[in-house]
């Protein structure tokens, strides 16, 4: 069963930064890569929303328009780690990143419903 968890989340003013983690274990891929990723996040009151993801095979990524220019999402230094660096941080940032992987590949990437597997969330609050 694969099992993901997520770290770096936190507090911090606007205009600040964060580095999320999202490390996957129990992974049946035979390369031990976690395969493409993505991380969404949910704003208290708001619908869960897909912030980036990362493909395997080149590596390329893709962006929420309100996150582009300013996050950037990549592998991690193992194949079984996602990183997502969040710089400029805006008020409107602040919610739940979740990581979540296992995709169906019949829905969007930033759709919630593509995904099998996801990891608990870590809490990311920009104050003004």
């Known amino acids: 069963q694969v099992q993901l968890e997520e770290s770096g989340g936190g507090s911090v003013q606007a205009g600040g930064s964060l580095r999320l983690s999202c490390t996957a274990s129990g992974y049946t891929d035979r390369n031990g890569d976690m395969g493409d990723a993505t991380w969404f996040r949910q704003a208290p009151g708001k619908e869960r929303q897909g912030v980036a993801t990362i493909y395997l095979g080149d590596g390329s990524a893709l962006y929420a328009d309100s996150v582009k220019g300013r996050f950037t999402i990549s592998r991690g230094d193992t194949k079984n780690t996602m990183i997502l660096q969040m710089d400029r941080l805006k008020p409107e940032d602040t919610g739940v990143y979740s990581c979540?992987?296992?995709?169906?590949?019949?829905?969007?990437?930033?759709?919630?419903?593509?995904?099998?597997?996801w990891g608990q969330g870590t809490q990311v609050t920009v104050s003004s």
């Open positions: 979540a992987t296992g995709r169906r590949y019949r829905l969007a990437w930033s759709d919630q419903l593509d995904y099998r597997h």
